[in-house]
C-alpha cells in the first residue's frame, strides 16, 4: 500500500494561498489521490480527485508531477472557515478490494 | 444529498461488553467502510463491504467483525470490547466502480465510542 506523509500543521492568515503537499513514495500505477476535508466531529468531506498534471474545481486545485510522488493541495484566500484537517488519501478500487491510505492529515489554523 | 447516519453520536461501553455500531445510507451504494479514526494515527480502514455478504478486512481488522444483510446497512461489532478499542467510529459509503478505477466517499458524522 502507498505510504502517504504530510505536515502535521500549518498556520495561514485569511487571504493567503496555502499549498499542503503530500508525499506518497510507493504510489502504484493505478491509484488515485483524493483529498478530504474533516471539520471537528464530523466526519471527512470530499475536496478533490486527480490522476496526474493538474485538476481544478470551485473550491482548490490539485497539482501532480509527472513522477506522480507528490501532490499539492492549494487553497485560494482561504478564510477563518477553512481551518480544519486535510487528509491526502492514495488508492484505487479493484472491485472486490479497497485498497486505501489515509495519510495522517495536516491540521490548518487559519486567523486574521 | 447523500445521508449517511450512524446509530450514536457517542457511546460508553464496559470492558468485555458486546458492541454494535450501525451505520445507515440512503443513497443505494454499494460500497460501505468502517473506519476508526485516534489522535496521529488518521483515519485506518476496518472492514469494506462491497455487496450485500460480501465484505473485505481493512488495516486493522482485529478485534472486530461486520454485517452486511441489507444493502443500506453495514454493522461494525466489537465482539467483545477493550479500552483499546476506545475511538472514534466513521462509516463510509461509495457508488459502484469498475475495478480499477477511484471513488469518492460520503461520510457518516462518527460514533465516539469509550470503553472503560
Known amino acids: 500500500l502507498a505510504k502517504t506523509t504530510q505536515p502535521i500543521s500549518m498556520d495561514s492568515y485569511e487571504g493567503q494561498e496555502v499549498n499542503i503537499t503530500c508525499s506518497h513514495n510507493?504510489?502504484?500505477?493505478?491509484?488515485?489521490i483524493t483529498w478530504y476535508q474533516q471539520f471537528p466531529s464530523q466526519g471527512p468531506r470530499f475536496i478533490i480527485q486527480?490522476?496526474?498534471t493538474k485538476v481544478k474545481n470551485e473550491v482548490a486545485s490539485l497539482f501532480i508531477p509527472a513522477d506522480r510522488k507528490s501532490s499539492t493541495l492549494s487553497l485560494p484566500r482561504v478564510s477563518l472557515s477553512d481551518t480544519a484537517v486535510y487528509y491526502c488519501?492514495?488508492?484505487?478500487?479493484?472491485?472486490?478490494?479497497?485498497?486505501?491510505?489515509f495519510g495522517t492529515g495536516t491540521r490548518l489554523q487559519v486567523t486574521l | 444529498d447523500v445521508k449517511v447516519t450512524q446509530s450514536s453520536r457517542y457511546l460508553v461501553k464496559r470492558t468485555g461488553e458486546k458492541v454494535f455500531l450501525e451505520c445507515v445510507q440512503d443513497?443505494?451504494?454499494?460500497?460501505m467502510f468502517w473506519y476508526r479514526q485516534d489522535p496521529g494515527l488518521g483515519l485506518r480502514l476496518i472492514y469494506f463491504?462491497?455487496?450485500?455478504?460480501?465484505?473485505e478486512k481493512g488495516d486493522i481488522p482485529e478485534g472486530y467483525s461486520v454485517s452486511r444483510e441489507k444493502k443500506e446497512r453495514f454493522s461494525l461489532i466489537l465482539e467483545s470490547a477493550s479500552t483499546n478499542q476506545t475511538s472514534m467510529y466513521l462509516c463510509?459509503?461509495?457508488?459502484?466502480?469498475?475495478?480499477?478505477?477511484?471513488?469518492?466517499?460520503?461520510f457518516g458524522p462518527g460514533t465516539r465510542l469509550t470503553v472503560t
Open positions: 463491504s462491497y455487496d450485500v455478504k460480501m465484505k
Open positions: 443513497m443505494d451504494h454499494e460500497n
Open positions: 463510509a459509503t461509495a457508488p459502484f466502480l469498475l475495478a480499477g478505477g477511484s471513488y469518492e466517499q460520503y
Open positions: 488519501l492514495v488508492g484505487r478500487y479493484t472491485g472486490t478490494a479497497s485498497k486505501l491510505t
Open positions: 486527480g490522476y496526474k
Open positions: 510507493n504510489i502504484a500505477t493505478n491509484d488515485y
